[in-house]
């Protein structure tokens, strides 16, 4: 494949609406990640896939993000009732295992008015 | 608590000319540092990471256990070295998130 894809690349909704965002990994990576990047700020870890491992969940902001991982291919990441703080830019990575360089997708960016 | 610390939110040099980006970090156990990198318009990617202790694109960095530090050096400035730097650090173990500093802006003119 072609590297790791994202979609969609662009999102805008409205407040309290939910929002489904997709992670297609490279074929064979084992590790996937989630980070959330907010205008003028760093990458906030959000939560990470480790093959049939349980997730660790430990960055996601509150009980309304929530994530999703079919075996070692796609993410979902879902954010219910949207806010606007909920606004920035959405990375998915992922790789060979824990300890391999880490792949990034483009992003998803989302905006919620 | 971990933590990776960017002091500069944005460096500008003249090309040609030293540079070092800063990063600390806080963690109590053996970590790995890295460094990614976004070009204008790019993805988010490697650029090296402490235990390969090699220089890719003139670049290099140091873990200094001491001082807690993983500064990354290059001594000839480029203008393609323009982007986006992020100290990154992994707990190793069996802990997978890796954790990232807010990123300092190159700026390398002409």
């Known amino acids: 494949g072609a590297g790791v894809s994202q979609s969609p690349s662009n999102k805008v909704t409205e407040k309290g609406k939910d929002v489904e965002l997709r992670c297609d990994p490279i074929?064979?990576?084992?590790?996937l990640y989630w980070y959330r990047q907010r205008l003028g700020q760093g990458l906030e870890f959000l939560i990470y896939?480790?093959?049939?491992?349980?997730?660790?969940k430990s960055g996601l902001p509150s009980d309304r993000f929530s994530a999703e991982r079919t075996g070692e291919s796609v993410s979902t990441l879902t954010i219910q009732r949207t806010q606007q703080e909920d606004s920035a830019v959405y990375l998915c990575?992922?790789?060979?295992?824990?300890?391999?360089?880490?792949?990034f997708g483009s992003g998803t960016q989302l905006s919620v008015l | 608590a971990q933590r990776v610390t960017q002091p500069e939110k944005l460096l500008s040099v003249f090309k040609g000319a030293p540079v070092e980006l800063k990063c600390n970090y806080s963690y109590s156990g053996s970590p790995e540092l890295f460094w990614y990198v976004q070009y204008s318009r790019q993805r988010l990617q490697l650029l090296l990471r402490?235990?390969s202790r090699e220089s890719i694109k003139g670049f290099t960095a140091d873990l200094n256990k001491g001082e807690t530090s993983f500064h990354l050096k290059k001594p000839f400035a480029q203008e393609e070295d323009s982007a986006m730097y992020y100290c990154?650090?992994?707990?190793?173990?069996?802990?997978?998130?890796?954790?990232f500093g807010k990123g300092t802006k190159l700026s390398v003119k002409p």
């Open positions: 896939f480790q093959g049939n491992s349980a997730p660790d």
């Open positions: 074929s064979g990576h084992t590790a």
């Open positions: 990154a650090l992994s707990e190793g173990g069996s802990q997978g998130n890796l954790i």
């Open positions: 990575a992922s790789s060979l295992s824990r300890d391999e360089k880490l792949f």
């Open positions: 402490h235990i």
